[in-house]
């Protein structure tokens, strides 16, 4: 089995610190601060594809400037994001029964690579991939590279998210799906993907899991 997981909204409790410093770089722009509902539809979107959907009038070059300004700030902020409840004590519980474990996220290699050392996470997963080496969620691209590197086929494998686009891009090559009900996106909205679990914790579906 190889369990890959979304990282902001499903295993780090980041979206706060997100919306936060989408805002402040917006308003560093002089752009309309944006309301954190607004916000969150995009959290998992590569961060030109992320602005480009909060702010559809700006040109490239506009674009550019907010998602540097917006990375700065995150940058700045001193807040490092915890774990959901649960979330590292279910990582620890998968890899120590034998899964093997992924990260398919948005966030940059820069910036993924930043918390997971963080966090004292460096080599713990066995591949993962961010949303600056391929194609945005939901294109399913970030799942076939993975699963090319660990060398499996979609069938062997479990997409965790809590966004459509982590549910649809594992739909699109037949990847089971599980769904989290307490991230970006609300848990009926990727009930219609089909998951084959939707939990409130990940310690609870890591023992589902191992159960089988």
Known sequence: MFVIFDWDGTVSDSTGKIVRCV???GRSLNLPTLAPAQIKEIIGLSLPKAVAELYPTLNNAGIQALAQAYSQHYVADCEVPGFYPGAREALEQLRDAGVALGIATGKSRQGLNRVLRQLRLEGFF??????DETASKPDPQM????LQEHRSIAEHAIMVGDTEFDMAMAQAINMPRIAVDYGAHAIDRLKNYDPILCVGNLLDMSRQLLSR
């Open 23 to 25: 805002q402040q770089a």
């Open 126 to 131: 066995n591949a993962t991939r961010t949303a």
């Open 143 to 146: 799942l076939n590279e993975l």
